[in-house]
């Protein structure tokens, strides 16, 4: 038999089955033994979801009052240390605060300096140097070049003279200034090295050579590289 059944379903049945039914709202609903009524049934569910609503309402209670209480005895310390001159308390807190934004500023300044004067250093280098030479390029004119902040506090790159203090230079009169330099020479597109009239216009290192000193100071790659396309060295100084 059906728990519950509609007026008309009810109407269908026989007296005998009428009797097992009880009218409750449109519907009709089986009495069953034991059953608690529709309306004690609805009073149970709102029973359990004021419990529920109270046992949120006790723990988020719970967590402020965890919070405060943090908070409490963080001030109090802090007032407990003042008062009895505990310098060391204090100062180790607020080393802590400093050292990490230095720490957070190093990273900013690293990423300002990688996309200022760094990037334009591999840019010059990437013009002017021959295959397998602008790693080491890059690096000596990287240091020539520093990344400082304006009263606004943009970042700009600064040409340093060759004693490492900040010049009137331009950077495309630092390019020049490296293009020409002969101790760059055997690194330099169009440029002649080693005094054997030998012209690389040609972009590769054929006919290029280099001190011991200068190879020494290229990467891995550009090593490789440079003896590849048929770079020579030289011990001479």
């Given at each position: 038999?059906?728990?519950?059944?509609?007026?008309?379903?009810?109407?269908?049945?026989?007296?005998?089955?009428?009797?097992?039914?009880?009218?409750?709202?449109?519907?009709?609903?089986?009495?069953?033994e034991g059953?608690?009524?529709?309306?004690?049934?609805?009073?149970?569910?709102?029973?359990?979801?004021?419990?529920?609503?109270?046992?949120?309402?006790?723990?988020?209670?719970?967590?402020?009052?965890?919070?405060?209480?943090?908070?409490?005895q963080a001030?109090?310390?802090?007032?407990?240390?003042?008062?009895?001159?505990?310098?060391?308390?204090?100062?180790?807190?607020?080393?802590?605060?400093?050292?990490?934004?230095?720490?957070?500023?190093?990273?900013?300044?690293?990423?300002?300096?990688?996309?200022?004067?760094?990037?334009?250093?591999?840019?010059?280098?990437?013009?002017?140097?021959?295959?397998?030479?602008?790693?080491?390029?890059?690096?000596?004119?990287?240091?020539?070049?520093?990344?400082?902040?304006?009263?606004?506090?943009?970042?700009?790159?600064?040409?340093?003279?060759?004693?490492?203090?900040?010049?009137?230079?331009?950077?495309?009169?630092?390019?020049?200034e490296f293009?020409?330099?002969?101790?760059?020479?055997?690194?330099?597109?169009?440029?002649?090295?080693?005094?054997?009239?030998?012209?690389?216009?040609?972009?590769?290192?054929?006919?290029?050579?280099?001190?011991?000193?200068?190879?020494?100071?290229?990467?891995?790659?550009?090593?490789?590289?440079?003896?590849?396309?048929?770079?020579?060295?030289?011990?001479?100084?």
């Open positions: 038999m059906k728990y519950k059944v509609s007026k008309e379903e009810h109407a269908a049945l026989d007296d005998a089955n009428k009797a097992l039914y009880k009218a409750t709202g449109e519907d009709f609903t089986l009495i069953v059953m608690p009524e529709t309306e004690d049934v609805a009073g149970l569910k709102k029973n359990l979801a004021d419990l529920l609503g109270e046992k949120k309402a006790a723990k988020a209670a719970e967590e402020a009052a965890t919070q405060k209480a943090a908070a409490t001030a109090a310390d802090l007032a407990a240390a003042n008062k009895s001159g505990d310098i060391d308390a204090i100062n180790k807190s607020w080393q802590g605060k400093f050292d990490a934004q230095a720490l957070r500023l190093e990273g900013i300044t690293g990423q300002l300096h990688s996309a200022t004067s760094g990037a334009t250093a591999t840019s010059i280098a990437a013009s002017i140097s021959i295959a397998g030479s602008q790693g080491i390029l890059a690096d000596a004119i990287g240091r020539r070049l520093k990344t400082e902040f304006d009263e606004t506090g943009q970042a700009k790159t600064v040409v340093l003279g060759v004693d490492g203090k900040p010049s009137a230079l331009t950077v495309e009169e630092l390019t020049t293009k020409t330099n002969a101790a760059y020479a055997p690194l330099i597109v169009g440029s002649k090295a080693g005094g054997n009239g030998t012209n690389n216009a040609g972009g590769g290192a054929e006919g290029k050579v280099i001190t011991r000193s200068q190879f020494d100071e290229m990467g891995a790659g550009d090593r490789s590289a440079y003896l590849k396309d048929g770079g020579t060295l030289t011990d001479a100084a």
